[in-house]
Nanobody, 120 residues
Framework: QVQLVETGGGLVQAGESLRLSCAVSGRTFSIYAMGWFRQAPGKEREFVASISKLGVSTYYADSVKGRFTISRDNAKNTVYLQMISLKPEDTAVYYC?????????????WGQGTQVTVSS
């Protein structure tokens, strides 16, 4: 069983940056594709970004392309989401996910989430 713990959320102003981290334990990290999703109040959970098992391939939602960067450090069992130029519409709970295929968004394990709030 894999465990995922997100950290790094907070309250920032529009235009500022944040970096989220997701520490993974319980299984060999490099066997998992990893992803970030988010859920805003009253909305469904949506895809943000994903990265393949060895970090070769990355995928992004159109709404975050050019502003968010997903990366992973397999030696530290951690996946990151660097967010710049944040907008109020980025406000959401951000969830880390682990799974089989980053491109197919095939994820089966989830963290508890970390709140990101962007004020205007």
């Amino acid at each position: 069983q894999v465990q995922l713990v997100e950290t790094g959320g907070g309250l920032v102003q529009a235009g500022e940056s944040l970096r989220l981290s997701c520490a993974v334990s319980g299984r060999t990290f490099s066997i998992y594709a990893m992803g970030w999703f988010r859920q805003a109040p009253g909305k469904e959970r949506e895809f943000v970004a994903s990265i393949s098992k060895l970090g070769v391939s990355t995928y992004y939602a159109d709404s975050v392309k050019g502003r968010f960067t997903i990366s992973r450090d397999n030696a530290k069992n951690t996946v990151y989401l660097q967010m710049i130029s944040l907008k109020p519409e980025d406000t959401a709970v951000y969830y880390c996910a682990a799974g089989r295929d980053a491109g197919a968004l095939d994820f089966g394990s989830w963290g508890q989430g970390t709140q990101v709030t962007v004020s205007s």
